[in-house]
Nanobody, 127 residues
């Protein structure tokens, strides 16, 4: 089993910045991909950013490109999401996800393809 714990959420004014952290523990050996998703009230859980843990390749939703940066520290089993130029539309609960079994049909932006999830951290951006 793998456990994921997010931290770093909070309340910030529009234009501000926050950095989220996601620490993985347990049987993390063999983990391939980690990603951030977000879910606003009454909406679906949407992909934000993802990173492959070996090569460090990164992927972003169009809505956050140029504003958010995902990174990883493999020694600490931790993934970060640096969020700059925050907008009220970024308000949501942010979830960290991890996947270890990546087959040819794996879709990085698809929430249902991930086996492990954190509990979420609230990000609120005021206008």
């Amino acid at each position: 089993q793998v456990q994921l714990v997010e931290s770093g959420g909070g309340v910030v004014q529009a234009g501000g910045s926050l950095r989220l952290s996601c620490a993985a523990s347990g049987r993390t050996f063999g983990s391939v991909v980690m990603a951030w998703f977000r879910q606003a009230p009454g909406k679906a859980r949407d992909f934000v950013a993802g990173i492959t843990l070996i090569s460090g390749s990164t992927y972003y939703a169009d809505s956050v490109k140029g504003r958010f940066t995902i990174s990883r520290d493999n020694a600490k089993n931790t993934v970060y999401l640096q969020m700059n130029s925050l907008e009220p539309e970024d308000t949501a609960v942010y979830y960290c996800a991890l996947e270890q079994r990546v087959s040819s049909g794996f879709s990085l932006p698809t929430a249902t393809h991930y086996d492990y999830w954190g509990q979420g951290t609230q990000v609120t951006v005021s206008s």
